[in-house]
Structures are given as C-alpha cells and as structure tokens.
C-alpha cells in the first residue's frame, strides 16, 4: 500500500504555462485536500474535497482549480502559472479508513514547482 | 535541500539529551491537535495526537502535552537521535480542517 502519492516529484514551468498535478490515496479516506508550502510558512490550504463529488475554496484558492475524479484521486490544475506560484505543493487525506485516528491529515511526499 | 526551514526558530540539542518543542494555537474551540514532523525533502509525517479532552499523551520516545488555559502544546522527545533532526509543527484540527504553525528545526548535535 502506497498510502499518498503524487506526480511529478518536481516541475519546472514558464510564466503563462498550464500543468495538472496529480494525487492518488489508496488509504480509502473520504476527504482529501491540497496545500502549498513556502519557505518560513506553515501549511496554507488551497483546495480540499471532504468527499466525492465535493470541492471546496481553501485560504488561498486563486489561480487554482480543483477535480475530485474518483474517491482515490484529486488533482490540481494550474491554468496559467505564474511566480509567485512557485512552492512545494502537498497533497493530503483523512477521513475514516485504512490507518490512524479519523482527523489526521497524511501527507504525500510533494511536489516541487518552480515559475520562471 | 528543502527550503522550507528557513527563518523558522531552531532548537538545537546534544545526542542523548530530551528536546522539548513548543507550539501556542491560536482557536480555543480547536477539539484535537496534533504534531508532525518533516525532514529535508519530504512530506509531514504524523507523530502524535491529542484531543482537548485530554492534557497528556505518550508515544514511543514522544510526549505531547497540551495546556488549554494558556493554549499551549508540547512535544517533548526522549533521548533524542540524529535521527529525530526535522521541521516539528503543531495543527490545530475542528471538525475535518487544519491550521498548522511554522515550525520548529530541531537539530541533534553528535
């Protein structure tokens, strides 16, 4: 059991330019969420889904979309990207399933985008 | 190497020796906490958790304690190994959702 993954492991993009990153969780947890991570700052939550069929608007949505494609997946799409969206992107799930207590957050192992 | 330590405050301690890291929160209706750690390069990893009705937990080598008079919480390691060197941080969990402080850089001298 992989518990989360994500693709790719790092990207380099130009400003302008679109990309998708991908989350998959094989722990059969309902809720899933997606954050950036910046230098010297906590975790910042961009998007979340507390279950299938479901997204919500995060602290810092802008620039962003979400897709909850199935109960396992949940990507991330960038349309246009720019600067300051450079960051460590994690994704993370909870919710009552295989592994830990239900209202713990388990975290992939993210992925680094660069902006040029 | 992971950028994300920079500018955080740093505890350094000897090997051998008990760390102890702190966290304030911010919401007195937070109902569970819980604390992660993070090492060069990847994902948060949990550690420990605690609910609000409760002041102390024990894992293996952790110890959290949470004070909600003064909203404070604790992670204090045993024995502390080059192995325990990461970002620590706290989250404040109600109801699904997370705030996480910035984070403490532990650092195990030899």
């Known amino acids: 059991n992989a518990g989360v993954t994500q693709t790719p492991k790092f990207q380099v993009l130009k400003t302008g330019q679109s990309m998708t990153l991908q989350c998959a969780q094989d722990m059969n947890h309902n809720s899933m969420y997606w954050y950036r991570q910046d230098p010297g700052m906590g975790l910042r939550l961009i998007y979340y889904s507390a279950s299938e069929g479901t997204t919500d608007k995060g602290e810092v949505p802008n620039g962003y979309n979400v897709s909850r494609l199935n109960k396992r997946e949940f990507s991330l799409r960038l349309e246009s990207a720019a600067p300051s969206q450079t960051s460590v992107y994690f994704c993370?799930?909870?919710?009552?399933?295989?592994?830990?207590?239900?209202?713990?957050?388990?975290f992939g192992p993210g992925t680094r985008l660069t902006v040029l | 190497g992971e950028s994300v330590g920079l500018h955080l405050p740093t505890l350094s301690v000897q090997e051998g020796d008990n760390s102890i890291i702190n966290c304030a929160y911010s919401n007195s209706a937070s109902d569970y906490f819980i604390w992660y750690k993070q090492e060069s390069g990847k994902g948060p990893q949990f550690i420990i958790d605690i609910r609000s009705n409760m002041d102390k937990r024990q894992g293996q080598r952790v110890t959290v304690l949470l004070n909600k008079t003064v909203k404070h919480l604790s992670l204090q390691i045993a024995a502390t190994q080059p192995g325990d060197s990461a970002v620590y941080f706290c989250?404040?969990?109600?109801?699904?959702?997370?705030?996480f402080g910035k984070g403490t850089k532990l650092s195990v001298k030899p």
């Open positions: 993370a799930t909870t919710g009552i399933g295989r592994g830990g207590p239900t209202d713990t957050q388990y």
């Open positions: 989250a404040e969990g109600s109801q699904g959702n997370l705030i």
